[in-house]
C-alpha cells in the first residue's frame, strides 16, 4: 500500500504524493528487505495537537517535529503513522536556512527512516541519520 497523507487542521503545501509514495515504498524496500506490505499514514498537524500527543504517550513536555509509532503486528509487515507539525517544519526551515519544501522533506524521510531501524538518540546515530536523511533529500530532488 502507498504512503498516504493526511492534513488536520493545517497544509502541508505538500506536492507530488505519488512520486513521494514510490520513494518511500522503494526507501523501505532498500532497508527491509523482508517486508512485503507497506502502509504508511503521514499527518500533518499543527504544534499544538502535535504537543497533546507527546504528553501523552511520549511524557514529554516538549515541541517537536515529528512524531513516529511503528503499529507493526506481523512479521513481513510495516505499518506506521508518523505525525509532523508544520508549524515547526516551517520554523525549523527558518531557524536553519533551508527552505520549507526542503525541510518537511527530511522529516518525512526523518520518520521512514525510524521505522527502517535508523535511531537518533546517540551521537554517532544522529550523525548516521542526518547522513541518510541528505542522501534522501539528494536522491529524491534529482529525479
Not at 97 to 117: D, K, M, P, Q, S
Request: charged content about 35%.
Amino acid at each position: 500500500m502507498p504512503a498516504r497523507f493526511h492534513q488536520l487542521d493545517i497544509d502541508a503545501k505538500l506536492k507530488d504524493k505519488r512520486m513521494l509514495s514510490a520513494f518511500l515504498d522503494g526507501l523501505i524496500n532498500k532497508h527491509l528487505k523482508d517486508v512485503r506490505k507497506v502502509g504508511l499514514n503521514y499527518i500533518f498537524c499543527t504544534d499544538g495537537y502535535l504537543l497533546t500527543m507527546n504528553r501523552q504517550f511520549l511524557k514529554h513536555d516538549t515541541l517537536t517535529d515529528i512524531i513516529t509509532f511503528d503499529l507493526s503486528e506481523k512479521t513481513g509487515e510495516l505499518n506506521g503513522e508518523i505525525y509532523i507539525s508544520v508549524e515547526r517544519v516551517r520554523e525549523n526551515a527558518e531557524k536553519f536556512g533551508v527552505t520549507y519544501n526542503e525541510e518537511l522533506h527530511r522529516v518525512i524521510f526523518h520518520g521512514a527512516l525510524h521505522l527502517c531501524g535508523f535511531g537518533d538518540k546517540k551521537e554517532a546515530d544522529k550523525i548516521e541519520m542526518r547522513r541518510m536523511e541528505d542522501k534522501c533529500l539528494r536522491t529524491y530532488f534529482k529525479n
